[in-house]
DNA sequence: GCTAACCCGGACTCTCGGTAACAGGAACAT
DNA sequence: ATGTTCCTGTTACCGAGAGTCCGGGTTAGC
């Protein structure tokens, strides 16, 4: 049984193709031909390769983060050798995967990329939505987590881990203010993976066991706890910020 | 060839074993003969697993963090299958190493047990120990995350298990505070977890990416911000500390 | 000498990642 | 109408690593 769609035999053409000059009759030998029958297919292995992320998360959602190949597969209703052709690699897939969950949590997390308000109305966005969405997908988080092979050999620097997702993305932000204050920039992404370890450790430890902590009450902790550590690295460089006071828009 | 000891046959027999009632006439049917060639091996078990930890140590140092246990049994010595009489699992043994970790960097943070001096002079030799530690086992923990099988049924996972060691001793270091200070003892665990994934987040991803900082850049940053949410916390109760002055001795 | 424990490795199976070879179908070209 | 091109898909096969089974060897206590 297919789950993808049938592939482009029932997709109209895209009709942006550049075959206005297919009837030029010479073209050199080196050239590639412009054939209409070559022109046909043209982005259809990155369809492609979304629709088989796009199975490999319904495959997580069902069956856990210990996904195989086989059972992703299995969800886009295709044989597992298939997805060769559009994955160099295990790996090219689960890099394809990370970067569609990169780019779900970016969107969750829109408040923090785009700050609102005051500074602690912006944090306390930015950790509602995280801790949401950890919460709400954390089979997704504990596959990418499990498959990350972070390249040891190959130098890539495509490590692609959630918590790398978001704190490069926290990075550029912090980034941003500290130049905007004229501030060393090297530490920001210090500060954007340390408040990620920071808000998903004490953040999962307490899903596990509360101790009659509320969840309002993990989030004040939190949300102050981020202030203070960003209010550090300000007045390091002696910049007073007042948490309560509206941020300068980051455009 | 064999690396590791060769076993009980050269070594002295422990002087402690209880076989002072072995010439007793009438052990009960149910009961376990006290036999000399039993009560030979006592403890024999665990003598092996640890020399197999130390193998997967030396192995991970050997070859980096991607060993197969192929590699760690040829470290020790042994072929492969023979792994199997001492842990049921491969990750087993991973627990096992794991568990290893965990008092190796237990040791190496003993400052942090049972601080001396002044608030800002205890964390600084926590994280040194820290950070010195990850930077210079950078494989090991590599090898720890990587491996991270989290046995479905229990969400195990061996960084995790580390991580909660540690975490768990900080716990009972900042109730122990807390409560002479008289305050709320809740969030003392809620403090550990977040400090550790903080310290652990960022410090991992300088090693994998430095950026240029240095490691007492790194470490700087880390005493700065741990000291920031512990002194939040005791500000939170009314409790002012002066992060120079001596501490009292936790006894 | 006998036997209870340990010691050992080799052969086998199973699963999974990955490759190769081969067959069919839809649209374009002629 | 027929062949070409590019995709579609499958099955068979290979190698690596995990895990099991089994037969045989060694030593110290009986």
Redesign the interface.
């Known amino acids: 049984m297919y789950l993808l769609s049938p592939g482009p035999y029932t997709r109209a053409r895209r009709p942006d193709r550049l075959t206005a000059m297919s009837s030029s009759p010479a073209p050199s030998p080196a050239a590639r031909r412009t054939d209409g029958r070559a022109a046909r297919w043209a982005g259809q292995r990155e369809r492609r390769r979304r629709e088989f992320v796009d199975a490999a998360l319904r495959a997580v959602a069902a069956h856990?983060?210990?996904v195989s190949t086989e059972q992703i597969a299995e969800e886009a209703g295709v044989a597992r050798t298939r997805l060769y052709k559009y994955f160099t690699d295990a790996a090219d897939l689960q890099a394809a995967i990370a970067d569609r969950v990169a780019e779900l949590i970016t969107a969750e997390l829109a408040p923090a990329w785009n700050p609102h308000g005051t500074p602690m109305q912006a944090i306390a966005a930015a950790i509602g939505a995280h801790t949401t969405w950890l919460s709400e997908h954390g089979d997704l988080y504990?596959y990418l987590?499990?498959h990350?092979?972070?390249a040891?050999a190959g130098g890539r620097?495509a490590?692609t881990d959630v918590?790398?997702a978001i704190?490069r993305n926290l990075t550029a932000v912090f980034e941003h203010y500290l130049a905007l204050f004229g501030l060393d920039v090297?530490?920001a992404?210090?500060?954007a993976?340390?408040?990620?370890?920071?808000?998903?450790?004490?953040t999962s430890?307490?899903l596990e066991?509360p101790?009659?902590?509320s969840r309002d009450e993990?989030a004040g902790?939190?949300e102050?706890?981020v202030w203070?550590?960003f209010?550090?690295?300000l007045r390091?460089g002696g910049v007073e910020l007042d948490p309560d006071a509206p941020l300068p828009a980051p455009g």
Chains 1, 2 share one sequence.
């Open positions: 856990g983060p210990e504990r987590t499990m990350s092979l972070s040891q620097d490590v918590k790398t704190a090297r530490a992404e210090t500060v993976f340390g408040l990620v370890g920071l808000v998903e450790s004490s430890r307490w066991n101790r009659g902590v993990l902790l939190l102050r706890w203070r550590i209010d550090d690295t390091a």
